[in-house]
């Protein structure tokens, strides 16, 4: 895997920029209307947010778990 696959720093866009963009994405794709090639780089782009929204989730998710008590 390459460091693109696995994030390991903060990255710039918000979840709720990446979130908003790949609905955007969604909505063109679902609108229709759209060359091929357009499909194919919008297809990108949103596999590319969804990794990014992932990234978001997977860092609340550890987040939270550090934050709440253990079991003794």
């Known amino acids: 895997m390459?460091?693109?696959d696995e994030p390991t720093a903060e990255?710039?866009?918000?979840?709720?920029q990446a979130r908003e963009?790949?609905?955007?994405v969604v909505r063109r794709l679902e609108a229709?209307?759209?060359?091929?090639e357009?499909?194919?780089g919008l297809w990108e782009r949103g596999e590319e947010l969804a990794k990014l929204c992932q990234?978001?989730?997977?860092?609340?998710?550890?987040?939270?778990?550090?934050?709440?008590p253990t079991e003794d």
């Open 11 to 16: 990255p710039t866009t918000t979840y709720e």
């Open 21 to 24: 963009e790949l609905a955007d």
């Open 32 to 36: 229709g209307g759209l060359t091929l």
């Open 55 to 68: 990234h978001w989730l997977d860092r609340a998710r550890e987040r939270l778990a550090a934050a709440a």
């Open 38 to 40: 357009e499909s194919l």
């Open 2 to 4: 390459s460091s693109t």
